[in-house]
């Protein structure tokens, strides 16, 4: 049984048909929702503003955004139901640092830095390691975290060479005497 009633004539026409209770019910309560993502929240009233009867035109009109994508997700919806209307997984730039190292690299920030003083119970200042730094800073944290055996770094990518100084042929040179 298809899952979508089309017909053409001038134009094609895309809605959605309603199909299963429970759906038609989730489709409702998302579509109403507050504290719902704004994505599925537009993406739910497109489907159910189609139940209704409303053509594209009519349902981007309303919902302010493009006939292109209220037929993308109405299509989508007929092909997988209530799947359709989430995201897609893997957007956004792969993570260079598994979760258990970020845990890790949290708590170390939440613990005191090497320089900083102390006061010791006998009432002198003491500092773990004199020479280092007294607040965290991006190097003393990656030093710490190599240190604990957390591989951080700028790039893995072998081709990288980093911006040196005068690396733009355009960049003009500053003066060296004051005007």
């Not at 599925?40 to 309303?62: D, F, K, Y």
């Not at 708590?107 to 320089?115: D, E, H, R």
Request: proline share 7%; aromatic share 6%.
């Amino acid at each position: 049984m298809p899952r979508s009633r089309s017909s053409k004539s001038k134009s094609q026409v895309a809605f959605s048909a309603p199909s299963i209770e429970d759906e038609r019910t989730v489709v409702r309560r998302l579509s109403r929702a507050w504290k719902a993502p704004r994505d599925a929240v537009m993406r739910a009233r497109m489907i159910q503003l189609s139940w209704s009867g409303l053509r594209v035109p009519a349902i981007a009109g309303e919902l302010g955004c493009s006939q292109k994508t209220d037929r993308y997700w109405l299509h989508r919806f007929n092909r997988s139901g209530l799947q359709g209307l989430e995201d897609l997984g893997g957007q956004g730039r792969r993570r260079r640092i598994t979760e258990e190292e970020r845990s890790r690299i949290i708590s170390l920030v939440k613990t005191v830095p090497p320089g900083r003083l102390r006061w010791e119970p006998v009432g002198e200042l003491w500092a773990f390691d004199e020479s280092g730094p007294s607040e965290w800073t991006l190097d003393s944290l990656a030093a710490s975290a190599r240190a604990e055996g957390i591989e951080v770094g700028r790039s893995k990518d072998p081709d990288f060479v980093p911006k040196g100084q005068g690396t733009s042929a355009s960049t003009p040179t500053r003066p060296t005497t004051l005007r």
